[in-house]
């Protein structure tokens, strides 16, 4: 079992940043790849970045290439997302995922997911 607990969330301007963060308890957690999705309201849930479980291997979505950092620190048990110019469509709560797979953009390869924060960007 693995425990996810996200945090970092809020409202921020367009054009500014933000630095999610995803605790994680239970299992070795330096032997899972993370990953990160989002979801806004009344659409599906979109995958944004993914990192391997060493940090060696990383893989992004097109909406956010570019824009968003996803990193992880395994002596804190911590997955970042650093995301950078935002917009409005970067609008949704984000959740935190972790599986047994490699880098995968498939929510489906992620067996443990968190509660999600919510992201707002203001225009």
């Known amino acids: 079992q693995v425990q996810l607990v996200e945090s970092g969330g809020g409202l921020v301007q367009a054009g500014g940043s933000l630095r999610l963060s995803c605790a994680a308890s239970g299992r070795t957690f330096s032997s899972v790849t993370m990953g990160w999705f989002r979801q806004a309201p009344g659409k599906e849930r979109e995958f944004a970045a993914a990192?391997?479980?060493?940090?060696?291997?990383?893989t992004y979505g097109d909406s956010v290439k570019g824009r968003f950092t996803i990193s992880r620190d395994n002596t804190k048990n911590t997955v970042y997302l650093q995301m950078n110019s935002l917009v409005g469509e970067d609008t949704a709560v984000y959740y935190c995922a972790a599986g047994d797979w490699g880098v995968t953009s498939s929510p489906s390869r992620y067996r443990y997911w968190g509660q999600g924060t919510q992201v707002t960007v203001s225009s």
């Open positions: 990192i391997s479980w060493s940090g060696s291997s990383t």
